[in-house]
């Protein structure tokens, strides 16, 4: 099993300023097979980046992942007041799919 | 537009079973694998396992440490999927969510549930 370690646990920052959120894997995902999450209280999560860079339909250019590996990271550019939320990592290149535990993305 | 909807929150007793529902809408129901997909409180995401709705004998595959205690099926005439748990323990008190991909291997989820809240408590 693959386990995904999300840091930091929480990241206080004021909006407009950049979030930089880090999933590191215990061994190597194959061939990027990561994608992250958004998710808001009592909310469905929602996708935001596939194989490791790639954004999903409709989410703003102001999201942006990379990483190869073991390390992969989610970027917020300028933090909007509704980005504020927790993220979470999923790998999908082995058998049994595993989560990072979050990051809960705070308003300072 | 794309919509799973669950059924609403559940409470059970240890050694009870419960069964979850979810409502597939604004796509081809047999064009999607289905997932099950939980949350304890203050806890990680957790896959439980996948149906094949593509095929006509919907096929299973579950994660091991649920292997003999959950049942996944379907009404295609619904467009819904069902997750049954049983022999339930206050451990399995979990938001519990479907998502869907588009493929059974190395495929991520698009589209989640909103979540049903699944209490067990004596």
């Known amino acids: 099993e693959i386990v995904l370690t999300q840091s930091p646990g929480t990241l206080s920052l004021s909006p407009g300023e950049r979030a930089t959120l880090s999933c590191r894997a215990s061994q190597s995902v194959s061939s990027s097979y990561l994608a992250w999450y958004q998710q808001k209280p009592g909310q469905a999560p929602r996708l935001l980046i596939y194989?490791?860079?790639s954004r999903a339909t409709g989410i703003p250019d102001r999201f942006s992942g990379s990483g190869s590996g073991t390390d992969f990271t989610l970027s917020i550019s300028r933090l909007e007041p509704e980005d504020f939320a927790v993220y979470f990592c999923?790998?999908?290149?082995?058998?049994?799919?595993?989560f990072g535990q979050g990051t809960k993305v705070e308003i300072k | 537009q794309v919509q799973l909807v669950q059924s609403g929150a559940e409470v059970r007793k240890p050694g009870a079973s419960v069964k979850v529902s979810c409502k597939a809408s604004?796509?081809?129901?047999?064009?999607?694998?289905l997932h099950w997909v939980r949350q304890a409180p203050g806890q990680g995401l957790e896959w439980m396992g996948i149906m094949d709705p593509t095929l006509r004998n919907a096929t299973v595959g579950y994660a091991q440490k649920f292997q003999g205690r959950v049942n996944m099926t379907r009404d295609t005439s619904t467009s819904t999927v069902y997750m049954q748990l049983s022999s339930l323990k206050s451990e399995d008190t979990a938001v519990y969510y479907c998502?869907?991909?588009?493929?059974?291997?190395?495929?991520?989820?698009?589209?989640w549930g909103q979540g049903t809240l699944v209490t067990v408590s004596s």
């Open positions: 604004g796509y081809t129901f047999n064009s999607y694998y």
């Open positions: 194989g490791a860079s």
């Open positions: 999923l790998q999908y290149g082995s058998s049994l799919r595993t």
């Open positions: 998502a869907r991909t588009r493929g059974s291997g190395r495929a991520y989820f698009d589209y």
